[in-house]
């Protein structure tokens, strides 16, 4: 029987002991891993020319090259790597610099296990969104829509002291697509503003940066890929991003991990209006998903296409260089690795927020769900009591714009 080729993972810090414990900590994952460890970048970046890896570990400060002109380099020697800063600075000009070049950070000392998870999934979402039928779709040079440029323009935006109202919404105004798509995303029933909102500056007033930022995204996404298919349901696809991205955000809290949950919550199934625009196919995907539960959804994506909707999405917003969080969450969304996930994070929120908006739609459908509630992946009921799956139930309904004899008000 073949053994399954070994993943490549390089380890770059200049000091020796460092990589000494490295290996030592990693010993027993030989089997799986082909680890090189090496103390210069030059040294690494002769390693990678000669031997590409998939993921790359680097220290930041060192003497010679530093960890972000490495990084820098290394992305260019191989862009589909995952790179990982293990550091024990955290906001020096350095790791400030590596920010555009590098998918996670951890910080030195890190224990062997939370090394071994990010790896782990560092990995499998590598996995999921480059190689397969998933990356070959999105990659087909006459299907790929271009990268999302008024959130990019927003993001440097809102990275400085500048930002206002009125900057702000003068960016989203000249995109007349992108601004429509926002008022629209803007006057759904879960934002409960009591009157319509019909401008940008009032969207910016009412919702704030970081929410208007998310629908900037979540707009540019959908305007490219709409379907021109009229069959496609467009209408419910917007109420139930509005909903999953609700509740997830509820789960988080506030921070960066909500805003992230938000964001993966509006685009979690934008790999439906990629496969729904497959030339061939597209009209057959369509008319098969079209009123079926969404569990079933997969099934025929598989079928049809060797991928579902999650890889697919996933691998998009990958080749556009978004957030490895965000990638994260939306490759996982149907089943977030208890092993890999141990936590509430962005992915496991998205999952617990799209099974529970599945099922209050599913139960507009006559039988179409299950009487036990929500089926929620191994670990993942684990964060929900009675009340809580109560409340995040009824803020879904809500998003929804469902109306329920008996449902909460809450």
């Not at 951890?106 to 039928?133: F, H, W, Y």
């Not at 993001?155 to 009125?166: M, P, V, Y």
Request: charged fraction near 20%; glycine fraction near 6%.
């Amino acid at each position: 029987m073949t053994q399954p080729e070994k993943q490549r993972i390089l380890f770059l810090d200049d000091e020796e002991d460092v990589l000494h414990s490295l290996r030592c900590a990693l010993r027993r994952e030989r089997g799986r891993w082909d680890m090189r460890f090496v103390t210069s970048g030059a040294e690494a970046l002769a390693s990678l020319e000669q031997s590409p890896a998939e993921l790359i570990v680097s220290d930041m400060r060192m003497p010679g090259m530093n960890g972000a002109e490495f990084l820098r380099k290394a992305s260019e020697l191989l862009p589909r790597s995952v790179r990982i800063v293990l550091s024990g600075e955290a906001e020096d000009e350095i790791t400030v610099r590596a920010i555009p070049f590098a998918h996670q950070w951890l910080a030195k000392p890190t224990e062997r296990d939370d090394l071994v998870r990010v790896i782990e999934r560092s990995l499998k979402t590598r996995e999921v969104t480059q190689s397969g039928a998933a990356h070959a779709m999105v990659t087909s040079t006459n299907r790929l829509p271009i990268l999302p440029s008024v959130y990019l323009e927003l993001t440097a935006l809102l990275s400085n002291d500048d930002a206002s109202i009125e900057s702000i919404s003068d960016i989203i105004e000249h995109q007349p697509c992108v601004s429509a798509r926002v008022l629209q995303l803007s006057n759904s029933a879960f934002f409960g503003i009591p009157r319509t909102i019909e401008s940008i500056r009032e969207a910016v007033t009412f919702l704030g940066f970081a929410t208007i930022s998310q629908l900037v995204l979540a707009a540019e996404v959908i305007s490219q890929l709409e379907p021109s298919e009229q069959a496609f349901p467009m209408d419910q696809f917007l109420k139930e991003a509005n909903a999953t991205s609700a509740v997830a955000s509820d789960l988080l809290g506030r921070g960066p991990a909500a805003h992230t949950a938000a964001s993966a919550g509006l685009l979690h199934h934008i790999g439906q209006l990629v496969l729904a625009q497959t030339p061939e196919l597209g009209a057959s995907y369509i008319a098969e998903c079209v009123g079926l539960p969404h569990d079933q959804w997969s099934d025929v994506e598989m079928r049809l296409f060797g991928a579902t909707h999650a890889d697919v999405g996933a691998a998009l917003l990958a080749v556009w260089g978004l957030p490895h969080e965000l990638v994260e969450a939306v490759a996982f969304q149907h089943d977030p690795d208890p092993h890999l996930f141990t936590g509430m994070e962005a992915a496991v929120a998205v999952h617990i927020a799209h099974t529970i908006v599945s099922h209050e739609v599913a139960k507009e459908q006559d039988g179409a769900y299950s009487e036990d509630g929500p089926r929620f992946s191994e670990g993942a009921s684990a964060y929900l009591d009675g009340e809580t799956l109560s409340r995040l139930s009824a803020l879904a309904r809500r998003a929804l714009m469902i109306e329920r004899a008996g449902a909460e008000a809450t």
